[in-house]
């Protein structure tokens, strides 16, 4: 099946800094979308994005399905913005595959 | 219009026992998926429903079932529960298979 493989595995930013996280898949997809999940286990939706590029406030992301990865820009950090960072595909056989996803920690 | 809904939020069940978890869609949404995310384990997908059918499954064994009511909310059914199961199951909804899938808050299973 479908390998996601995320990076990194985690990161400390000061407030205020950027940071690029990275997902890699391995074969083609059918779409794919990026999650933020806070401290209580909520997975809130980022970006749905099988291809280009999408900007929401200080968060965008793009794809590139032909070379297989993604990637999500995070601006001007907010301690608000700690917690973990799923990338997900829907491969084959229509099952979605999660990444390990990047836990986040961005200090005041 | 309401998110995707689960219940209970907690569940707290001993070895050997069965759980049942619910979940409501989002309205007009026809697919549900349900996902465990075990400590250590990620995000795994369990099963996804469509139009009141199972139409996928995960690497999990029988002991986890499903099924999508006439009202496209579903219902995860966990029986002989192991101790391994203690988990956080989560439920998401979507249009269609293809579109961007919601998320309900889960419901934390502890196996004693």
């Known amino acids: 099946g479908i390998q996601v493989e995320q990076s990194p595995p985690d990161l400390i930013l000061q407030e205020g800094a950027n940071s690029t996280l990275r997902c890699n898949f391995s074969?083609?997809?059918?779409?794919l979308q990026w999650f933020h999940q806070n401290p209580w286990g909520q997975l809130i939706n980022l970006f749905y994005?099988?291809?280009g590029t999408k900007q929401n406030g200080r968060l965008s992301a793009t794809t590139v399905a032909t070379e297989r990865y993604s990637l999500l820009y995070i601006s001007s950090s907010q301690t608000t913005d700690s917690g973990v960072y799923f990338c997900a595909v829907l491969g084959r056989g229509f099952k979605t595959i999660f990444g390990a996803g990047t836990r986040l920690f961005v200090k005041a | 219009e309401a998110g995707v809904t689960q219940s209970p939020t907690h569940l707290i069940k001993t070895r050997g026992q069965q759980a049942t978890l619910r979940c409501s869609p989002i309205?007009?949404?026809?697919?549900v998926y349900w996902y465990q995310q075990a400590l250590g384990l990620g995000l795994q997908f369990l099963l996804w429903?469509?139009?009141?059918?199972?139409?996928n499954r995960g690497n999990f064994p029988p002991r986890f079932s499903g099924r999508q009511f006439p009202n496209y909310s579903s219902e995860l059914n966990v029986n002989a529960l192991e101790l391994e199961d203690s988990a956080l199951y989560l439920c998401?909804?979507?249009?269609?298979?293809?579109?961007?899938?919601?998320f309900g808050p889960g419901t934390r299973l502890t196996v004693l």
């Open positions: 994005i099988p291809s």
């Open positions: 998401a909804s979507s249009l269609e298979v293809r579109d961007t899938q919601y």
């Open positions: 074969d083609s997809v059918n779409n």
């Open positions: 429903y469509d139009e009141g059918e199972e139409r």
């Open positions: 309205s007009g949404h026809t697919s």
